[in-house]
Every structure is written in C-alpha cells, then in structure tokens.
C-alpha cells in the first residue's frame, strides 16, 4: 500500500477540475488515466530488457513500442481538457489502428493481432456512452474491412510457415488480459456507482424521515403514488391509508375542488401551483381515545421532470408536491383579520360617537346657552314673568336632556367594560311594567301614539335589578314611541314561562332596513343615519338594553320589517343570580367574528322562499328580519 499510495496521489492530481466534484467521474478518469499511464510506462521502461534478451527488434516490436507514446498522449489530453468521451475515441482509434497495422504486417486477417479487434468496442463500453462505442465499433469493423481488401489483393505477406505457434497464443493471452483488465476497471466502476447510489438514497432517506413537510408524488388525477414517512405525524395515519384517493378523502368536501384544481394545473400547464385545504387528521383525546380535527395545510405542487428526461416529456404528466402544516399561521391571520376588523369598528364606533354626539351634545348646550343668554338681557328684552318661566323650563329640559345623554355615555362606557354592577332583588314585573308606561304616557300622547298594555297580573316574581329592569323597558318603549308616526300604536306584553318571564315591546311604526338589521345593538349606531335626523337620540338605548340584558343572563331578539314595525323580545331568567353571565367571549361564526353569550339560539337564515321572517344575531342581540 506504501508503494502505490504515491502514484495514486499523483494519478488523483491529473483528474481534471470539472470532474472532482462528482464521485463517479472521477471514479472514471482515474480509471482511464491510470491503466494507460502506468502500462504505457512500464512497458516503455522494459524496451532495455527486451533488447538485451530479443536483440535488434523488427519492425512490429518496433511499431508496438512506438504506439505506447499514444495512451500517454491520450491521458494528458484527458487531464488538460477533460473531455472523457473524446479521450475514448483517440483511445479506441489508436487502438484499432495499431492492431490494423500490426495485422496488416504479420499475415492480414491470419494474425495473431486480429482478435484485438473486439476488444476495442469493449473499451469503449467503460465510456457509458453508445456514442463512443458506436465510433469504436465502426472503427473496428473499418479495421477488419480494410484487412480483407488488402488480403484480397494480396497487399499484406503471408503468414511464414516458420512463424512459432506460441504468436498466436501470445494475441489470445493478451487480449484476454487486456479484456481481464477492461472487466475488472467495469466492476469497479459499477461498484463505485452502486455505492454511489446507495449513499445518495440513505441520504434522502435520511432527509424524508427528519423533514417536517410532506413529500409526495400524485398522478394527474389526484392519486397519491408516493408520501413521504412525516405524513404518519401530519395526518395521524399509515402511509399506506394515503396511497389512491386516500389523501384526497381525508380533504374537506368544501376544499376539494381547489385540490384538484391545483394539481391538475401543475400536471397539464407544466407550471407551479399552490393551495391551502383542510384535511382531517386522527388524534387521540385525553382518555387515549381515537378522535378527529381539521387541520390547515398548505400544498405547493409542480410537474414532475426528471433529471434525463427530454424537454417536454413530463408535462401534462405526474405531479410532485410539499405538504405544510399550517394551522398556527392561518390562526395568526384569523387573529389579525379579527384585530383588523375590531379596529376598523371602533374606529366606526368612533366616528358615529361623533356624529351623534355633536347633534345631541351641541343641541341642548345651545339652547342653555341661547336661553340663558336672553334671561341676563331680560331688562333690554323686557321680558315678562310668563316668558322668564317659559324660557327657564327649556333650560331645565335641554339641562335634563344632556344629563340623560351623558348617563347613557357612562352607563354604555361601564357596560362594555363590565364594571356595571347589579343589585338583584325581587320584585314584580307586572307592576315594574305599568310603572313604566304611566311614566311614559304623556309622551306617547304628545307624540300622538297609543301605548297600549297586556301584562297578565300573575306573573311570577323575579330576582333581578328593578332598576336595570326599569331602564330596559323605557328605552324600549321610549324607541317605539319616537320611531312610530302619528297615530300608531306601541303595546307592550308579558308572558311567563318555566323559568323564565318574557316582555314584549312592538310598534307598527318604520321598521328597520335589512342592511342596518345586522347593527343592530351596536354602540352609537342608528339605523339609516345621515344629514338629515329626522328621529333624534343618542343611538346608545339598545345597546345599553343589550348590556343590562346580558347582565342578567337573558336572551334579546328584535324582529323587524321595514315600514310595517319592530318586535323586541326580551326574556329574563326568574333568577339572574343562578344564570346571569357577566363576561363575553368570541366565536367564529358565519364568516364574521361576533360575541354571543352561551347557550344563546344562534340560528341561520331560512330559504327566503319561505316567505317567514329570517332570524339572525348580532352580538348576543337575535335580529329577525323580513325573507
């Protein structure tokens, strides 16, 4: 080994730069470089011995050993250029025509030297290209042409009867050897290439088993050919159960088509797709038993080309893909689509506190400050006791009127930030509700609106805030009374039920368009405002209706058609103390992110074919609305 680790040192420097960084052609200029080398030297370096034992040598010795420059030649053109198929074609035609020479000196197609022949396509086999070995075959065949058209026209000697037998055995030796050698540099090359392989499928073995995403392998259809072993920990299945449309059943009906429809695009147009689907994946609960959830996973697919395929010849074929897990990150979008949207509200919320602040704010000041003004100047207006009192009592009703507005601002400001404090007590509702509407009787008059009451006087009593209580039934009446035109007709009623009483207040009066329906509940809000106010107010009654009802732990449902009146249902538990809830959460629902109280009825919208009215929610507010 210390006697040839030099020359192998040295025989791996004459490897040209472009071949280094590939195993297996480097493998193979070596092979071509050091036999070649090392014979040709050797058998150089012997000619001395030869001439000692053999004497004056003839002109075929002579030949032979002059052709031994050719290989040396051959491999410094292979170390300078690296062109490795053309260095086995010089190498194949010195070959052939050293061996046509030889023959054609020592008897023509009768020499010992024609059987090398078929050995120079042999050699040009190690080059791994038909290119190389067609040249080399035609060469050969060329050569033994050529040897028997000089045979024919007797243009070679004839073989000497005094020739010793032990020639021809010396060309069928050699050539063996020399075939021998050629076999033996094939099997190390193959060797080299099976290690090779070998290596390079442990390596994305390695790499399929430790990488997080998914590899996989589809036909044009769909069907999963191959998965990659990291899709047992995405999908909580074998590998095998994804094998077919196995994959594809797993996927949410709804995503289907974009599946098909991204693969399809990556197989026929030949360009790279990506899609986002749900898939459901097996998971087991906290008792070890098996149980199911829908993950996010993201799909990039491109056709499948491979490394010697021609141009073109994948296309519209199969489809390579990498599956990702990406449930975290669309719940980071949800969250900031969410935040976005919760934003873009207040800063709605913002500009209809505004708007409507600045009407019901600047309207009362005014008419304090313009009032006021004129009774300091009452001696230049000479004005008299009549007037004084008149104008003292606007003051007094603009004063109360802004009073009322800021309490609705603080109460609203404590309800949205749970800091409304309740105090249950029993009480009778039947009562609590007359109480109301005598309160608001004159109003009601004045505005021209009959209020009519069906309250049944065995209602059962209930454990609630009888202030909170109070103020829920005057907005709600208060509501109806400026939103129905003269003449209409506000009734309040009252039912018991097994737990639970349940009020309510309707109008015939303008209704709610549908598209403000929704909004309905919402702070600030009014439904179709704009420039022109022809209903005053403050757009917080319902809201607050909203937040006190929740307090209490009951349901509210406004049903509403436009231009044939409003419904609100409130209902209250007979004890707000065992069922109340005083704080919100959010859930998903309906594409839109809303806050609903538990055990709220949530339910969709019917056909509109029904011609029934449609039920839909608003925060924890129900809203029905005309289908």
Known sequence: MGLFAPIGSYVETLVHPTAQGDVLAAARHRAFIAPRLLGSIIALASFPVYLLIRGTPGLVELLVFVWLIAPILIAYFLSRTGRYESAHVLSSLALAGLVTAVAAATGGLASFATIWLIIVPFEAALSASRRVVAIATISALCAAGLLVLLGRYQLVPQPSPGVPPAFGALGIVSAALYAAALALSAEALARTSVWLLSAEEDRYRLLARNITDVITRHGRDGAVLFASPAAEALLGARVTELYGHGLFERIHVADRPAYLTAIGDAAALGETSSVEFRARRDVADANGRSAVEYIWIEMCCRPLKLANAEPGVAEGGEVVAVLRHVTERKRRQQALLEAHAQAERANAAKGRFLATMSHELRTPLS?????????????????????????????????????????????????????????????????????????????????????????????????????????????????????????????????????????????????????????????????????????????????????????????????????????????????????????????????????????????????????????????????????
């Open 367 to 627: 008419a304090i400050i313009g009032f006021s003004d004129m009774l300091v100047k009452e001696d230049e207006l000479m004005l008299d006791a009549k007037r004084r009192c008149d104008y003292a009592a606007v003051i007094n009703e603009s004063g109360r009127h802004l009073l009322s507005v800021v309490n609705s601002i603080l109460d609203m400001s404590r309800i949205e930030t749970d800091n409304f404090e309740i105090t249950p007590e029993p009480f009778a509702p039947a009562q609590a509700i007359t109480s109301c509407c005598k309160l608001l009787t004159l109003r009601a008059s004045e505005a021209g609106v009959r209020l009519e009451q069906i309250v049944p006087a065995d209602l059962p009593t209930i454990s609630a805030d009888k202030r909170a209580f109070n103020q829920i039934l005057i907005n709600l009446l208060s509501n109806a009374i400026r939103f129905s035109d003269r003449g209409g007709i506000v009734r309040v009623s009252a039912r018991a039920e097994a737990a639970a009483v349940t009020f309510m207040v309707e109008d015939n009066g303008i209704g709610i368009n549908e598209a403000d329906l929704a909004c309905i509940g919402e702070p600030y809000f009014q439904a179709a405002a704009g420039y022109e106010r022809r209903h005053g107010g403050t757009g917080l009654g319902l809201s607050i209706v909203k937040g006190l009802v929740r307090l209490h732990g009951g349901n509210l449902a406004i049903r509403s058609r436009l231009g044939e009146g409003t419904r609100v249902t409130v209902r209250l538990p007979l004890n707000c103390e065992q069922t109340r809830r005083p704080k919100r959460f959010a859930a998903h629902a309906g594409g839109r992110v809303v806050s609903y109280l538990p055990n709220t009825a949530m339910t969709a919208a019917p056909n509109p074919a029904s011609g029934r009215d449609a039920v839909g929610y608003c925060n924890d507010v129900a809203v029905k609305k005309s289908a």
